[in-house]
Nanobody, 125 residues
Framework: HVQLVESGGGSVQPGGSLRLSCLANEYTYSSYCMGWFRQAPGKEREGVASIDGNNRTSYADSVKGRFTISKDNAKNTLFLQMNALKPEDTSTYYC????????????????????WGQGTQVTVS
């Protein structure tokens, strides 16, 4: 059973940085598409960034140039480096693995993944 565990969330002032990590207990990161999502209270889950098996990345327009998704296959860990944080980035962030939707690129920003982490809170204020 695949389990994803996020860490690295916290509180930061506007303009600050955080680095989120997502560790899998058993998963081959190298071949599969993975993503980061966020969901604020009362809002739909939003795709933030994705990375596929060839390390091609996609980003939501709201985070382009500020966030960077990456992965360390040897450590089964997915990362999200978040810089120049804004109050509107405040949300619970989730990692996801094994995209089952159709298409690539920004299609992977849709929440069609088989595995999800429990989420980590990011507060920017």
């Amino acid at each position: 059973h695949v389990q994803l565990v996020e860490s690295g969330g916290g509180s930061v002032q506007p303009g600050g940085s955080l680095r989120l990590s997502c560790l899998a207990n058993e998963y081959t990161y190298s071949s599969y598409c993975m993503g980061w999502f966020r969901q604020a209270p009362g809002k739909e889950r939003e795709g933030v960034a994705s990375i596929d098996g060839n390390n091609r990345t996609s980003y939501a327009d709201s985070v382009k140039g500020r966030f960077t998704i990456s992965k360390d296959n040897a450590k089964n860990t997915l990362f999200l480096q978040m810089n120049a944080l804004k109050p509107e980035d405040t949300s619970t962030y989730y990692c996801a693995a094994d995209f089952y939707g159709l298409g690539d690129g920004t299609a992977a920003l849709k929440p069609k993944y088989n595995y999800w982490g429990q989420g980590t809170q990011v507060t920017v204020s």
